[in-house]
């Protein structure tokens, strides 16, 4: 188990134990953490799983993909440290992990 912190649009925060292997994004979906829709269910084709990670932790994360990137153009407001939770898998390193959810996902 892996403890995340999941922030919500309005400032609610969510700390959790997530089990590794599992993504940043199922996480969130099995502690109903509003804000991280994932209707794709984490194929990476939608970009409703948007957050933004904690600028202090993104250089935790491994490196965006191409089609993570390319997802991301579908999502709202995005910034440099914005992720799709899909792709960030739990495991031991990321400990204390912060992730905020925008505004709106679409």
């Known amino acids: 188990m892996t403890t995340i912190r999941y922030i919500e649009k309005g400032g609610a925060i969510h700390v959790v134990d997530v089990p590794n292997g599992i993504s940043?994004?199922?996480?969130?979906k099995r502690f109903t953490i509003p804000g991280i829709d994932g209707d794709c269910g984490g194929a990476c084709a939608c970009g409703t799983c948007h957050v933004?990670?904690?600028?202090?932790?993104?250089?935790?994360?491994?490196?965006?993909?191409?089609?993570?990137?390319?997802?991301l153009d579908f999502a709202f407001d995005v910034r440099p440290n914005?992720?799709?939770?899909?792709?960030?898998?739990?495991?031991?390193?990321?400990?204390?992990l912060i992730v905020t959810a925008p505004a709106r996902q679409y």
Do not use: F, H, T, W
Not at 54 to 66: A, K, S, W
Not at 89 to 94: F, G, I, P, R, T
């Open 24 to 28: 940043v994004m199922d996480g969130a």
């Open 52 to 71: 933004y990670v904690d600028e202090n932790q993104v250089d935790r994360l491994p490196r965006m993909d191409e089609l993570e990137r390319d997802m």
């Open 82 to 96: 914005s992720r799709l939770a899909c792709q960030i898998k739990v495991n031991d390193s990321l400990e204390g």
